[in-house]
T-cell receptor, first 114, second 111 residues
């Protein structure tokens, strides 16, 4: 079956612009995670959804970052007034429930802010 | 900060066992050890996890010391496709969680 799908795979935007990154989790997965990965670093947790609600958004770096999951499946990460420091690979992961032992990651969206 | 320490890089000959160490000296009694790997330009992939006992699956074996302060991931017969960054993660639950990744070990399998 299909894995976690992230679109676009690459996004180049100008400093100050608004961007949306989309994540389609595996069908039926209730838990969804967003991570950010800078070059040479491990992924850094941003936000976790259980169903439609954000159960933990403690990793969002500031109020320019926001994520939604209105119907409990697709999620969108939104970044306002992008800065060059936002350039990174944004990864999405899903698992069948919070109790599942394995998270499935997408291939990520590479965001470049110029 | 990550609760684990791993060597930044390792090489392994193709067909030989790759033994990747991880130190987690501050691990709590109810925390699990997870391993993920990330092949270039892909998202991380789950390998294995354990609490106290050694674990084995189709991908790898996980050996956890008796005091649980360190562990070793073993790939019994490394192939070129195993070249990746391997992350050792300590998690407070056996379920998926907001993992704290370190910088991992970059394993290079040599032909």
């Amino acid at each position: 079956g299909a894995g976690v799908s992230q679109t676009p795979s690459n996004k180049v935007t100008e400093k100050g612009k608004y961007v949306e990154l989309r994540c389609d989790p595996i069908s039926g997965h209730t838990a969804l995670y967003w991570y950010r990965q800078s070059l040479g670093q491990g992924p850094e947790f941003l936000i976790y959804f259980q169903g439609t609600g954000a159960a933990d958004d403690s990793g969002l770096p500031n109020d320019r970052f926001f994520a939604v999951r209105p119907e409990g499946s697709v999620s969108t990460l939104k970044i306002q007034r992008t800065e060059r420091g936002d350039s990174a690979v944004y990864l999405c992961a899903s698992s069948s429930t919070q109790g599942a032992t394995e998270a499935f990651f997408g291939q990520g969206t590479r965001l470049t802010v110029v | 900060d990550a609760k684990t320490t791993q060597p930044p890089s390792m090489d392994c000959a193709e067909g030989r066992a790759a033994n990747l160490p991880c130190n987690h000296s501050t691990i709590s009694g109810n925390e699990y050890v997870y391993w993920y790997r990330q092949i270039h330009s892909q998202g991380p992939q789950y390998i294995i996890h354990g609490l106290k006992n050694n674990e084995t699956n189709e991908m790898a074996s996980l050996i956890i010391t008796e005091d649980r302060k360190s562990s070793t991931l073993i790939l019994p017969h490394a192939t070129l496709r195993d070249t990746a960054v391997y992350y050792c993660i300590v998690s407070p639950t056996s379920g998926t969680y907001k993992y704290i990744f370190g910088t991992g070990t970059r394993l290079k399998v040599l032909a």
